[in-house]
């Protein structure tokens, strides 16, 4: 029992940024953006955090807990909603191709991330090549201190940092606001029928700019999550690896649903981690990470062969919208 | 029904660029009333009700609501008026539910709360009788449905006057006496309903009164009890103008095209073509006359091939009587067998027969020229592919409304777009530039088209220059048949002519000649046959010289079973 509590908390722990991501881009993509630009932004929320932890912790003597969790957050969403408004000015305002837009961006916040992470480790004149942010990190990590007491069951279910518990909140609401509220309704129409959208007198452009910024902001957490709590404050450059494109191959498996989200996520996260627990060649590593991906593609071809509308993409996914001239 | 009035237009004008679209209407509609707004299609009818629903701003005049002088800058604008409009092509998200499509833009109450939003949809639809579930998805709908799901968006938010843009073009019969009993319901409840179409019947059938527009003018308001179908006909269509268009005699005429029994249905299921039957000749214009949307794209396009059909035979008789055999390599079989059938014969007219021949000898005689064909070939287009019948002669030159949709690429210059029809000739891997290049010369040169040069893109030329590319370049193929549908669209005097002028010549070189237009009076001063559509049928072919306008307009207007 142990055990297998050990591997879903290992998932759950590794699925958790697969999961910020992934309800960011179902936000955005419920509002016709296909923000490819995602693990860039996962990239920029990540650096944005550690450098406001860094100067942080760099200024005082002894950290405030508070002040150690709010600045790198506010620091990382700040950092996330800058890279989503270039892709909002880009491709709403200026209507460029939202794929191009998407994957420049992506390309720039993996530069922009190592850049300034290579940066901070030139600051710290250290031998190692990364930077450590354990006084702050700490606050991130810590979770209920009954959990050990409860056996497999606290390790399941308490052992985690805040962030993977917002993770799941965030998704659970985001999958309520689509689905109940008025603003989800909205939205979803300025994602499927911008044109019908804007006649009832929808802000279309207001949307996907609203859309675009918070889904990009979510993402942006699961970035922070990854140093703060996942890797336990160390910023390498490069160590958040592919899991933002890993964040869209969920989007499409879990069929635009931010409740499906987590499980996905966390199977994801399962299967990312499946070759330490079984005893398989280091030559069979890449295939075993690889499963992932074939398990979209199976995915994406189950749906496509059902053809159930409400398992499709937004209708409008990823055009741009001009209002009718007339 | 009472006479106030609710909604007055003064003095509405617009122009869209060089185009009057509509020229100084005045126009009453009253409470609980239904007013029938009349007119062949560009009479305006359309654009007229566009500005009282908010989408386009008249360049001049008022508009009065309850006497009350109302400024209308968007649909939401003309909400607050309480006046709805439902366009002919639906406004509705596809996975949504009925209720979610109604209550979309909606402001009220604190909470969203889509159950009573529900309940309010079901009254509203029992009080006027409407069928509807309004959990039901709209990808699942009917056509007539998702109209129901329109009205009821426009009821739900208050209007008071609706307009209703040709709302029974897509409809069943059933489903238009359905729909014509709750707009009847509208009425009594005091609502002013507008209604547009160009079926007379309907007309009679549902309306108090009728105004007709034509070319963008008020012509009349009367009430429907006191006047006729035919007298509606007159205003509409007016009286005839002489055009100027010289139409020789058909010389050497032969069937080259037989329709039988043409059917066919569109993506929703409606009947787009209905039995259709016709016969096109060579050397002659066979006019196709119709409302817009009768099936005439439809017709055309199942002959090219592009349509999948329901029924019916699409016979073309290739004139090869008397020609000599061509011959490609890879024809070496259907050669053999046409011999063994008889097809062929000798310049002394002895048949043919290959029988204990090498295929080179048959190849030496053939190549010769000295093979000749019998009969004319007979062809049955349904087995072919679009690029078959286009080998065969039989060229479509399409204009749409848009006038670029179909036939040309807009980014591509003038050459590039002759090369579409040529990319396949040649053996080597590059395609040939220089023909196309000569032929875009060549029509650049004879046409008069106005460019900076072949190179320029076509969607940079103007809307006849365009054109004179497009048919053209269908016409340098020297084409057995050729189907031309509204290859005047929008241009100028000059142009139209150039291109009449044109069409007459491919007639007098023996092409069979399909000319869709919109101008009846251009229909009767060309073409030698006028075939006339009504809602995918034929309702009749008459003779270009003689015709009467007023004829071809009430046939036009009028589906089987009213005469």
């Known amino acids: 029992m142990n055990f297998i509590a050990q591997f879903l908390q290992r998932a759950i722990l590794q699925g958790t940024p697969l999961l910020f991501g992934a309800t960011g881009e179902i936000i955005t993509e419920k509002s016709g953006n296909l923000n490819l630009g995602i693990p860039g932004i996962m990239y920029v929320g990540a650096i944005s955090g550690v450098i406001g932890g ?15 969790i709010m600045i790198p957050l506010l620091s990382c969403l700040l950092g996330a909603l800058l890279a989503s408004l270039i892709y909002c000015f880009l491709t709403i305002t200026l209507h460029a191709n939202q794929n191009v837009t998407g994957l420049a961006l992506t390309t720039f916040g993996v530069g922009f991330g190592n850049f300034f992470g290579g940066s901070l480790i030139k600051i710290t004149k250290s031998e190692v090549p990364y930077v450590a942010l354990t006084k702050i990190a700490k606050y991130y990590h810590s979770s209920f201190p009954f959990a050990k007491k409860l056996g497999w069951f606290g390790t399941l279910f308490f052992s985690y940092g805040f962030l993977v518990y917002l993770a799941v909140i965030l998704a659970i609401v985001a999958t309520v606001l689509l689905k109940r509220s008025r603003i989800g309704l909205q939205l979803r ?14 802000n279309v452009t207001g949307y996907k700019y609203f859309a675009t910024c918070i889904g990009g902001m979510v993402a942006g957490l699961g970035g922070l999550y990854f140093i703060m709590d996942y890797s336990g404050g160390i910023w390498s450059n490069n160590g958040f690896g592919d899991r933002g494109w890993l964040a869209i191959a969920i989007v499409i498996f879990a069929m635009w649903r931010p409740n499906l989200a987590i499980f996905a996520s966390y199977l994801f996260g399962g299967l990312y981690i499946l070759f330490n627990y079984i005893n398989a060649k280091m030559q069979l590593l890449p295939i075993i990470q690889m499963i992932p991906y074939v398990v979209t593609i199976l995915a994406l071809i189950l749906t496509s062969i059902r053809k159930k509308r409400e398992n499709q993409p937004p209708a409008s996914l990823g055009l741009s919208y001009f209002r009718e001239e007339r | 029904m009472s006479d106030s009035i609710a909604l007055q237009l003064r003095n509405i004008s617009k122009r869209f660029g060089s185009i009057q679209a509509v020229r100084n209407v005045d126009l009453d509609v009253r409470h609980g009333e239904i007013l029938a707004l ?8 359309t654009t007229l009700m566009n500005m009282i629903a908010g989408i386009y701003f008249p360049d001049e005049g008022q ?23 439902i366009h002919q092509h639906f406004k509705l998200v596809d996975v949504f539910t009925a209720a979610e499509n109604i209550v979309l833009g909606i402001r009220e109450g604190a909470r969203f709360n889509l159950s009573e939003t529900e309940k309010k949809v079901a009254d509203i639809t029992e009080k006027y009788g409407f069928e509807i579930d309004p959990r039901k998805k709209i990808y699942d709908m009917a056509v007539s449905e998702k109209q129901t799901v329109e009205i009821l968006k426009v009821l739900y938010r208050g209007a008071d006057i609706l307009i209703l843009d040709e709302p029974t073009a897509v409809l069943t019969p059933q489903e238009i006496d359905k729909l014509f009993a709750v707009l009847r319901r509208m009425r009594e409840d005091g609502k002013s309903i507008i209604i547009i179409t160009h079926k007379l019947h309907e007309v009679m059938a549902i309306s108090d009164r009728v105004a007709v527009l034509r070319k963008g003018e008020h012509i009349a308001t009367v009430e429907t009890a006191k006047t006729t179908e035919a007298e509606l006909t007159e205003m509409m269509v007016g009286k005839k ?44 214009i066979l006019g196709i006359a119709g409302i817009a949307g009768s099936g005439q794209k439809e017709l055309l396009e199942a002959i090219a091939g592009l349509q999948h059909l329901e029924s019916g035979d699409m016979i073309f008789r290739n004139p090869k009587k008397d020609q000599p055999v061509t011959f490609f390599h890879k ?18 007219g002895k048949t043919v027969d290959f029988t204990g021949m090498s295929d080179k000898e048959i190849r030496q005689i053939v190549n010769d020229g000295k093979v000749l064909f019998k009969e004319d070939e007979i062809i049955d287009l349904k087995d072919k592919t679009p690029l078959q019948i286009r080998e065969l002669g039989i060229r479509l030159s399409f204009v749409p409304e848009d006038r670029l949709g179909m036939g040309l690429v807009g980014n591509m210059d003038i050459v590039d777009n002759m090369m579409l029809r040529s990319y396949r000739k040649g053996k080597s891997v590059f395609v040939d530039r220089t023909k196309p290049g000569a032929l875009a010369d060549k029509i650049i040169h004879d046409l008069q088209v106005v460019t900076p040069s072949a190179h320029t893109p076509v969607r940079r030329l103007s809307g006849g220059n365009v054109q004179k590319v497009l048919v053209g370049r269908e016409i340098a193929a020297a084409p057995k048949v050729l189907m031309a549908a509204y290859p005047v669209r929008g241009l100028d005097i000059n142009s139209s002519y150039m291109i009449y002028n044109l069409l007459n010549e491919q007639k007098e070189n ?27 049928k034929v309702s009749g072919i008459v003779d270009g010289r003689g015709a009467q306008k007023e004829k071809i307009g009430l046939m036009m207007t009028k589906t089987e079973g009213s005469v």
């Open chain 1, 54 to 68: 860094f100067f942080y912790q760099n200024s005082v003597k002894s950290v405030n807990p508070f002040l150690a």
């Open chain 1, 189 to 202: 129409a300025v994602g499927e029928n911008p044109a019908t959208a804007d006649a009832a007198g929808i």
């Open chain 2, 38 to 45: 009349l007119g062949e299609n560009g009479s305006g009818k």
């Open chain 2, 63 to 85: 508009i009065f609501v309850d006497g009350e002088e109302a400024t209308i800058h968007s649909p939401k604008d003309a909400f607050r008026y309480k006046i709805g409009m």
């Open chain 2, 241 to 284: 103008v002489t055009l100027n268009i010289e139409r020789s005699e058909p010389k050497n005429s032969a069937d080259r095209l037989t329709v039988e029994g043409l059917s066919l249905k569109n993506h929703e299921g409606t009947q787009v073509l209905d039995n259709v039957s016709f016969t096109a000749r060579s050397g002659e």
């Open chain 2, 331 to 348: 024809d070496l079989h259907r050669v053999k067998q046409l011999a063994a059938e008889g097809a062929f014969r000798y310049e002394d």
């Open chain 2, 510 to 536: 023996g092409t069979a000649v399909i000319f869709v237009g919109e101008d009846l009076d251009v229909l009767i001063a060309l073409c030698d046959r006028i075939l006339v559509m009504c809602g995918g």
